[in-house]
Every structure is written in structure tokens, then in C-alpha cells.
């Protein structure tokens, strides 16, 4: 019978990639998904990656790779790479998915034929195929999601692997072993924090101080190879996992504090509760260690066998892991190395049961019971779990389909406005990514997308890309047709948009999204409402000179900083502009005092330039007061000058303060600037978005 078992460990696999191919996803989920495309894309360009949060790299990496090669072998159009991607991401997200979804399947089935030929039992290669099923939430990010989860899944699997080598072989080559799980944990450390816990199983099985010491820097080793595209980030690395540890809240959000007591005891409770097979698990095998430890201290033997040294780290290892997640636990996939343990420590848990004490009969049948007992659980507890899943996603595209069809068929020539970041749609899940990028792909989604336009409800900030802009500047270029595609998806939140000067018509509202037309009548009663007055306005254009201080000359006779960037190259209006070069980094300094409460400031300046570097820059002197700083454009005119400006209402924080104002060089290549101006506004009523 064992002769045809063994084929068993085809069956698994097959059904994880069979099952996984045809799941449904959701199309542009923004987070995660996003974020490592375009940190992938960045990483193509020869950048660092700006997301460190995970830290992710290895995911990007992968990304990548994927990327590069589906543009060399599929690119009919010619398209530049990072064209290609922006133009069609989400090809790219599935790409990038079925590359994981297909290595995940081969290291199941790899598992399987190396637990066979290392324990000589069929039923231990099922047993750890199987702990693949043991969560729906696991299976849900391995198939759906490109993020960390999914290639933790194979770092996981080849962690359980190395450990079926190191406990197959009787001479164990220390060294090996140490280098081995140094490179997969540091690996699995660049991958997810969460992996943390499975670092110190390895200090159970190295003998000695030497061979932990050298473990444990060769992990730190592995994690910088693993990390090379976020080595400038490390310092913001740094600070945030420092965050995460003295904060009690999300995110390193919270009070001050290693943990929240009133949440902490009930979240290890709620993971016990939502990982049924992983509870009784880590129980037991708890138990068994006990008893092996009774047992072998009224033996009084100082040896520890190899098999209760591999379970003593496992089960420090799972322990560990609950202990951590509960921290901050409000997601399953936290718990993702730990779960996929899960067979592992069962099978060194039953190896560690004295069968010799009780009958042979038990001993050969324990566990095919367990494996058969698992198998038709899973078997009846999965498939609902997974098809109401695999439901929600195939809904949740045909609405995203069928209202960007009747957008297309009803509202030609509308400008779009999309409610951000909450909504599901190509130029939101690309803004999004592009954040945590810390905007590398700024310039090529301007070029490609120029009129695109965000609305976050939260920080009531509407955005060209990544500048800031208004709803009368969309009006002015653009013309009053304008729709808001994506939300608010509730009554109140409609409500104080138009409160905040968007007053929206309800075209359309679904189960996850919501269309809302500009209420052009409501909008131009405000506009006559809300009269705006320029108090007072400052200009610079680079031709007035203070030959004695040479120093440049505004409006108002107040100098401008030192004239030396003066040039005439290149000029919007008169003979001359400011230029910045690798030599200069600096440029302008003018001080705004005397600042009114109640009034709102305009600092505009153009910029000529093929590239962001150049930007505009507004600061307190503490600039955890105050501090904006803009390098992307609202508008351009014909003359290929970009307009940059900086907005702000003065608040009781600031009434008091001196604001210093002045251009920046963030990089070599050349910008630039003329017809600079501060204007100051007040409205005629209160209530106006600013």
C-alpha cells in the first residue's frame, strides 16, 4: 500500500496551484499590492525603494525580476519598462502573483518529496503538505496578494526543509547548517518582521557560543543582502520599528508602553480562537515537552536528545511568535511562519511521546489517524470558506467593470476626480504605490496621466498627483463637468464635502463603489458667496538686481537672497531666471513675517526644468510647527514652464511665527525658476475650503 502512497504528495500541490491559478483577485488593490509593484518598478530604474514597513524587499525584488522579464519577452510596442508597467500594472501584479503562486506550489511539493526521503513516512510528507490548508487566511494572501505573505510561505517551507536535513543527518556539518539558516532567516527578516521569532530556533540546535555567535552575524550578514535596495532607508528603518516596539497601537501609533495590558491577554485568546488546528497544537506539544523534561530529569541524564532540542525550539519558536503577534494582532497573516510550523512541531511532538510504553499497534496508527483526521476536516471546513472569498472578489471586479462602462458610455469628457485613498481604480492604486516609493515614479506618472486628480476626504486635500490643488483651479482648467469617482460611500461624509465647498450630485452607489457628479448649480451659488480678495501681492522675476549687495529684488524692495543664480539662458517673462545646478543647492531666501490669523497665503514660483529635483520650500523655524515642500506642478503653460505653489491658512500656531521661504536643488540636474510670487487672500465668508 505504502508503494502507491506515496504518490499522495502530488495530489496537494497540484490542487494548490489548480485551485490558486483560478482565484479570483480583486483588480488594483492599492495595499499591499501596490506599494511592492512600484517599489519593483523603482528598483528597475537602478533607485532605492522608499517602503520599509515590512521591510518588503525581498518581495520587490522578486517584483522586480518578474517585471524585467515579462517587458524583455512581451513588450510588442516598444514601450520604455516603466511605460509598460504604468500603462498596464495589473497584468504585472498577476504576473508577479502566479511567480509566487508557482513556487509556492513547487516548495509544497518539494517539502513533500524531502519529508519522504528524510523520515521514510509517507504520512509525514502529507502531514506538512497539509499544514498549507490549515488556515483560510493563509491561502486567501498566497493567491490574491502580492505582498510579503506569499513569499514567506516558501522562505517558511525551505526553513522546515533545512531543519529535515539537519535532523536526517547523523554528522551534522555545523557550519553548513549555520550558514544555511543564517541566509534563510535573514531572507525571511528582509521578507516580514514577523518572521523574527522562527530566528531563534537555530540557538536551540547549535551547540555552542561560537556556533550561536556566528549565527547569529551571519543573519545580520543575509539581512543587508537581502536589503541592498533599502540600505539608504535604514535609518527610517530604524525609527520605525522602534515605533512599533514602544508604542502599544498600530503601526507604532498608541501610548507609550511595551503593551496594552486590556488588549493584550484578550488578542493571544482571539488567535487561539481563530487558528482552532494551531491552538491544539501549540498546547500539546507544550505538554509533551513538559513531560519529556520530567521524564528525562528522573532519568538523570544531562544529554539532550536531538529530537527534544528541535521540539524545545519549536515550540519557543511558536510561543515566541503568539507572544509578538498579540501585540498588535488585528489580522491573521501575521501569524503566517508560526502557522506553517504548525506540522512540523506535531510530527517532533509525537517523536518525543514514549511510544515504546504503550502498544505497537498505537504507535504505527497515531499518525495516519491524525493525517486522515486533518485531511477530511480540512476537506469540509475549506472549500466553503474559500468559494465565499473567491465570490466576493469576482463581485467586487464586475461592479468595478460595469461603472467604469457606464462612466465611459454617460459621462464622456468629464474630469474624474477619485475619492483617495479608499477606492479601487488604476490611478489610485499607482498613487498609492507611488507614495511609498517616496515618489521615484512622480515624473513618468505625470507625463503619462497629467490630468488626474485625487480627493482625501480625511486630510481634506484634493491633488494633482502630488500636488496640491483646488477645486476652482480644476473648474478654471478643466471646465464644471467633473465627476468624484470611488466615494464618499455614506450620506454624512457627501454631506460635509459640501460643507467644505464640493457640493456632489449621487449618480451611482453599489456595494463597494460610489459616483457623485459635480452639483455645478450648488458650486457657482458658493463661488458669488465667497468673494476672493488679494490683500496683497509680492513679486520677484530675477531682473531686479541690489548691485551694491547684489541681491535679488521683489515688489515689495525686500531682497530675495543673493543674485549669483541669476540667468539668462532661459526666462518665462523678461531676460532672465534663477538657475540650479549641481554647484548651486540652495536659492531665495525671503522671510514672511507679520503673518494675519484668519488670512491664506499663495507662494507660487515657475520652474523650467526635465526633471523634479528643483522645489519650492516653505518653513518655521522649528519645522515641526510648520514645514511644506512642493516639487511637482499644478498646471504648465506653453512655453513648457511648470507652475509649483504652496498654500496655506495662518492658524493661531502660526500667527506669531516667521515663515523663511527659498528653492531647492535636491539633486545635479539643472532647474529653472522665474516669476515668483506670495500673495495674501482673505474670503469674504467663513466656511470655505481654503
Known sequence: MNRYLKYLILFLPVLFFIVGINFHRAKYANDPEYIYLVNAVAICMGESVGHIDNPGTTVMQLGAATIAATHLFNNPNNKTLVNHVLTDPDRYIEDIQNVLLFLNALIIL?????????????????????????????????????????????????????????????????????????????????????????????????????????????????????????????????????????????YGHGKKGLVDLNTYFPNIWKIVEANPIFGIVTFFSIVVLVFAFIRKRKQKTRESGRDLKILSGLVATSVFGILLVAKHFHANHYLLPELLLSGILLFFSLKNIPFDLLPEVIHRATLPVIVMALFIFLAWARPPQMEYADHGYKITNEEMDSTNLMIERDYPGYTKIYYYPYTLNKYSALNFGDVYTKRKLLPALKALYPDTYFYDFYYNL??????????????????????????????????????????????????????????????????????????????????????????YLGSNGKPFGKAFTQSDEEARSGKHSLKLDNKTEYAVEYYLDSLQLGCTYEVEVWRKADNYKGRLVVTANDAKIFYKSQNDFITSDNKGWDLLRIKFLVTKELENETLKIYLWNTGKETSYFDDFSIKKIIYTQEGRNP
Open 110 to 250: 518539494l517539502l513533500g518529496l524531502i519529508a519522504l526521503k528524510k523520515t521514510g513516512s509517507v504520512w509525514v510528507a502529507l502531514l506538512l503538505q497539509l499544514t498549507s490548508f490549515f488556515s483560510a487566511n493563509t491561502l486567501d494572501h498566497i493567491w490574491t496578494k502580492v505582498s510579503p505573505e506569499p513569499l514567506l510561505f516558501f522562505i517558511t517551507s525551505l526553513f522546515i526543509i533545512a531543519l529535515l536535513f539537519f535532523y536526517a543527518e547523523k554528522e551534522n556539518h555545523k557550519y553548513k547548517y549555520i550558514i544555511l539558516f543564517s541566509l534563510i532567516v535573514g531572507a525571511g527578516l528582509g521578507t516580514k518582521a514577523t518572521f523574527l521569532p522562527l530566528m531563534i530556533f537555530p540557538f536551540f540546535i547549535f551547540p555552542r557560543i561560537k556556533s550561536k555567535l556566528i549565527y547569529l552575524g551571519g543573519v545580520i550578514v543575509s539581512f543587508v543582502l537581502f536589503t541592498i535596495p533599502a540600505i539608504p532607508e535604514y535609518k527610517s528603518m530604524y525609527f520605525w520599528f522602534r515605533d512599533l516596539i514602544r508604542h502599544t497601537g498600530k
Open 462 to 551: 484634493m491633488q494633482n498627483w502630488n500636488a496640491e490643488i483646488f477645486l476652482e483651479d480644476i473648474v478654471k482648467f478643466k471646465g464644471n463637468k467633473i465627476l468624484v469617482v470611488g466615494g464618499p460611500r455614506d450620506e454624512q461624509a457627501a454631506q460635509e464635502m459640501g460643507n467644505r465647498g464640493i457640493p456632489l450630485k449621487q449618480v451611482y452607489k453599489g456595494r463597494i463603489q460610489a459616483i457623485y457628479e459635480l452639483d455645478t448649480i450648488r458650486y457657482n451659488k458658493l463661488v458669488r458667496q465667497h468673494f476672493r480678495v488679494v490683500l496683497e501681492n509680492i513679486e520677484c522675476d530675477y531682473e531686479t538686481i541690489d548691485e551694491p549687495n547684489h541681491l
